[in-house]
């Protein structure tokens, strides 16, 4: 059973940076897209980063230029370098799976808090 973990979250002011990471186990790594993604309360879950098993990246437009996705196959993780923080980007971030073949991401962590004060 696929089991993500995410780390990193806290709080941060405005124009700091933080690193989240996501330890990925219970399959083959190289076999899945893996992506972030964050949510707000009374809002729906957004992509802000995905990263396929080849290494191609694709962000959302409020990340580009400022957001990093990553992925270690050695070590199974992803991360998400965060720089330019901006209190809009408080949410909580979630890290996910798309297995190689699969139309959506169909395992997710638990979920780590960022919070950017002004």
């Known amino acids: 059973q696929v089991q993500l973990v995410e780390s990193g979250g806290g709080l941060v002011q405005t124009g700091g940076s933080l690193r989240l990471s996501c330890a990925f186990s219970?399959?083959?790594?190289?076999?899945?897209?893996m992506a972030w993604h964050r949510q707000t309360p009374g809002n729906s879950r957004e992509l802000v980063a995905v990263?396929?098993?080849?290494?191609?990246?694709d962000y959302a437009d409020s990340a580009k230029g400022r957001f990093t996705i990553s992925r270690d196959n050695a070590k199974n993780t992803v991360c998400l370098e965060m720089n330019s923080l901006k209190p809009e980007d408080t949410a909580v971030y979630y890290c996910?799976?798309?297995?190689?073949?699969?139309?959506?991401?169909?395992?997710w962590g638990q979920g780590t808090q960022v919070t950017v004060s002004s």
């Open positions: 996910a799976a798309r297995v190689f073949g699969a139309t959506t991401f169909g395992y």
């Open positions: 219970g399959s083959i790594f190289s076999l899945f897209t």
């Open positions: 990263i396929t098993n080849s290494g191609s990246t």
